[in-house]
């Protein structure tokens, strides 16, 4: 915001030494994005021979492969007349499986 925009808006002129001046539009923990639900599994067997123990294993991250955005663009630009505001920066990641073997002995 600019310092004429600022005086316009708040009434009073930017802190001394500034070009610019930020300013919250909402207070701290007015607005949340939508609820986050993420189901992994992990499905795995022990298999047993002799003194030796392996476990052998899957992992399942993101199960239903839910895109819900986690982090959203926090600047209210005046001059786009805020075009990008709160548009989704970053999604969850997507579906992926891990396999993994452990041996005991």
Not at 20 to 35: E, S, T
Not at 56 to 85: C, H, I, K, M, Q
């Amino acid at each position: 915001m600019s310092a004429a925009q600022f005086l316009a808006i708040t009434g009073r002129p930017l802190a001394a030494g500034l070009a610019q001046q930020d300013v919250n539009l909402l207070l701290p923990g007015a607005l949340y994005g939508d609820r986050i639900n993420v189901v992994d599994m992990r499905f795995a067997k022990v298999l047993k021979f002799g003194k030796t123990r392996t476990t052998v294993g899957v992992d399942l991250y993101n199960l239903f492969n839910a895109n819900t955005a986690t982090t959203y663009e926090s600047v209210y630009d005046p001059a786009t007349n805020g075009a990008r505001w709160m548009q989704p920066t970053a999604v969850l990641l997507p579906r992926f499986t891990r396999v993994n073997v452990q041996f005991d002995f």
